[in-house]
């Protein structure tokens, strides 16, 4: 069945460094979706990308779909204590049908 | 407010007992799912179902059951057969444009 994994499990920044999360998926994806869950909380939504080698920003979150529709990466740029927390990749083999989850990366940010 | 709403927050179960955590959403999304997460771990998909009446086995659907009679509702009931259901249970539900949105979750422990 459809595997989707995550690197790193952890990640431990200085505040204003930057922070880099990748996913790969064990089969080709028709779309990849990130979300996030602070400590305590529920998985938000944050982007959805759906095309090949898509590339799209939201203030200092980069975030990028492979080529071949199989890997993403998710990029914080100068990162903030308000980033804590962690990020998870989600994606369907065929659109709108199972949403199999990455493992997450779990973010802290040092003041 | 439109949102989807798990019930309830907390449960505390005696071994053996079967028990039904509640999932209703008012968003009109015909799609609706259940995952399971552990302690520093990712999302697991336990059930979906993409319309009224119907509802397909996800990853680690064993030990647990599932109905979906009314388009609202998605209620998971933890049997007596889950070997160690202690786990933070989260429905969500799905637009048709793919993002999904969940519940706060529901922590359940087996005493």
């Known amino acids: 069945g459809q595997q989707v994994m995550q690197i790193p499990q952890y990640q431990h920044v200085q505040e204003g460094e930057d922070f880099t999360t990748y996913c790969n998926s064990s089969t080709t994806l028709s779309n990849i979706q990130w979300y996030k869950q602070r400590p305590g909380g529920h998985p938000v939504f944050l982007i959805q990308?759906?095309?090949?080698?898509e590339v799209k920003k939201q203030k200092r979150l980069t975030f990028q779909f492979g080529e071949a529709k199989k890997n993403s990466s998710l990029h914080i740029t100068a990162t903030q204590t308000t980033d804590v927390g962690t990020y998870f990749c989600?994606?369907?083999?065929?659109?709108?049908?199972?949403?199999?989850f990455g493992e997450g990366t779990q973010l802290t940010v040092n003041p | 407010d439109g949102g989807i709403t798990q019930s309830p927050k907390y449960l505390f179960r005696k071994e053996g007992q079967n028990v039904t955590l509640s999932c209703e959403q008012n968003?009109?999304?015909?799609?609706m799912y259940w995952y399971r997460q552990d302690p520093g771990q990712g999302l697991r998909l336990i059930y979906y179902s993409q319309i009224v009446n119907d509802f397909q086995k996800g990853d680690i659907a064993e030990g647990y059951s599932v109905s979906r009679e009314k388009k609202e509702s998605f209620p998971l009931t933890v049997t007596s057969a889950q070997k160690n259901p202690t786990a933070f249970y989260l429905c969500?539900?799905?637009?048709?444009?793919?993002?999904?949105?969940f519940g706060q979750g529901t922590r359940l422990t087996v005493v």
């Open positions: 968003l009109n999304h015909d799609a």
């Open positions: 990308l759906v095309k090949s080698g």
């Open positions: 989600a994606g369907d083999e065929t659109s709108g049908s199972r949403l199999t």
């Open positions: 969500a539900s799905r637009s048709d444009w793919g993002e999904a949105f």
